[in-house]
């Protein structure tokens, strides 16, 4: 059975969702005045197109629940012999569930972006995440976001749902 982008994308949500039930009782491992650096890879299959990311960013908590920041990512994609490298600057927002748990963070957010690359037209990217930040040490997380990205531009249109993984340190 094949599942629509749309239904992974909820399913993932769902997943989150029950993740919030699962905390223990200490305190939220994110806090206002919290900074973030994140370094993700990830591999994504769109529409026959296979690609592979490198991305770095840096968030700051503007409240106990909220981050923004940037992101910086660098893509590899093959399709039918011919392969490009892209890159897409982009800004964030995440929303943190305030659960009590000093071991994982939920959490929930948006991204918009502009990819670029040798002999291409510029593309917009939008997405949607909801992911968890596992805390392996009081500065130091594991990182898993699904994504759901909506992509225009060049005279067409993609979705791409994919899953990075990365590390991230707090300070």
């Known amino acids: ?34 900074t973030e650096f994140n370094m993700a890879g990830s591999f994504t299959s769109t529409e026959g197109a296979t690609s592979y990311m490198l991305g770095v960013a840096y968030g700051k908590f503007v409240t106990d629940q909220i981050e923004v920041g940037g992101n910086l990512t ?32 939920p959490y929930v957010g948006a991204q918009v972006g502009l990819m670029t690359g040798s002999g291409m037209d510029s593309i ?19 990182t898993v976001q ?14 791409s749902f994919g899953i990075s993984t990365g590390i991230s340190l707090f300070f």
């Not at 749309?6 to 994110?30: D, K």
């Not at 890159?87 to 995440?94: D, K, L, N, R």
């Open 1 to 34: 059975m094949k599942l629509s982008n749309s239904r992974l994308f909820v399913c993932m949500i769902a997943i989150t969702g029950l993740l919030l039930f699962s905390g223990s009782s200490f305190g939220s491992p994110v806090h206002a005045g919290l």
């Open 74 to 105: 660098i893509q590899g994609q093959s399709y039918d012999g011919d392969s490009a490298t892209m890159f897409t600057p982009s800004v964030f927002a995440a929303f943190f569930f305030p659960i009590e748990s000093d071991k994982i963070a």
């Open 146 to 159: 699904p994504q759901l990205l909506m992509m225009s531009g060049g005279g067409g249109s993609a979705t």
């Open 124 to 142: 917009t990217q939008f997405g949607a995440v909801a992911g968890i930040k596992y805390f392996i040490s009081e500065g130091g997380a594991i």
